[in-house]
Every structure is written in structure tokens, then in C-alpha cells.
Nanobody, 112 residues
Framework: QVQLVESGGGLVQAGGSLRLSCAAS?????MGWFRQAPGKDREFVGG??TYTDSVKGRFTISRDNAKNTVYLQMNNLKPEDTAVYYC??????????????WGQGTQVTVSS
């Protein structure tokens, strides 16, 4: 059983930065970030060194294996980045397209 606890969301002005954290209990392999904006489908943000085009060059994912924690550093935030951000984990393999555990989500709101 894996539990994922996210933190670090909040309200920030456009151009600002936030760092999200996702602490995992239990063994995990691939860990990624997703987001869901109001009225939209959930979308993949990034995992390892792969990012969706809209965040490339602004978002960076890192991982501290000793703490079993993955981070999402978000710079130069834009209003369109407003969403609930979720981390996800694959407890069985390094398959970056399959996740069997999800965090509760953390709200990120970017004001213009």
C-alpha cells in the first residue's frame, strides 16, 4: 500500500513560483505529476525528464530518493496553470504511463 501526500499549493501572481512536494510512503518506482483545471480533463504534466509542451522550460521535476519525495518546481507561472495538481506513483514498475496510486491533490491558483 502506498500513500501520497502533496503539499505546497497556493495562490501566486503570474510570473511567480511555487514548489509542490509529494511524499510517498511505501515503495514506488515511476512518479509523475498531473493537473486538472475546472471543466477540463486531467492532463499529464511531467514525469522524470518528460514534460507536456505547455510547461517545458518552466517546470522541473526532481526526486529525493532518501526521502521518497518528488518535487515539482514551477516557475514563471501563468493563469492557465491554475488547476488541482496531483502526484501519481507506479508501485510496480518504471512504466511512466501507468500509475496505481494518486495523491489527494493540491490547488494551485495563478492570478493575472
Amino acid at each position: 500500500q502506498v500513500q501520497l501526500v502533496e503539499s505546497g499549493g497556493g495562490l501566486v501572481q503570474a510570473g511567480g513560483s511555487l514548489r509542490l512536494s509529494c511524499a510517498a510512503s511505501g515503495r514506488t518506482f515511476a512518479m509523475g505529476w498531473f493537473r486538472q483545471a475546472p471543466g477540463k480533463d486531467r492532463e499529464f504534466v511531467g514525469g522524470s525528464t518528460t514534460y507536456t509542451d505547455s510547461v517545458k522550460g518552466r517546470f522541473t521535476i526532481s526526486r529525493d530518493n532518501a526521502k521518497n519525495t518528488v518535487y515539482l518546481q514551477m516557475n514563471n507561472l501563468k493563469p492557465e496553470d491554475t488547476a488541482v495538481y496531483y502526484c501519481a506513483a507506479n508501485s510496480k514498475s518504471w512504466n511512466w504511463s501507468e500509475y496505481d496510486y494518486w495523491g489527494q491533490g493540491t490547488q494551485v491558483t495563478v492570478s493575472s
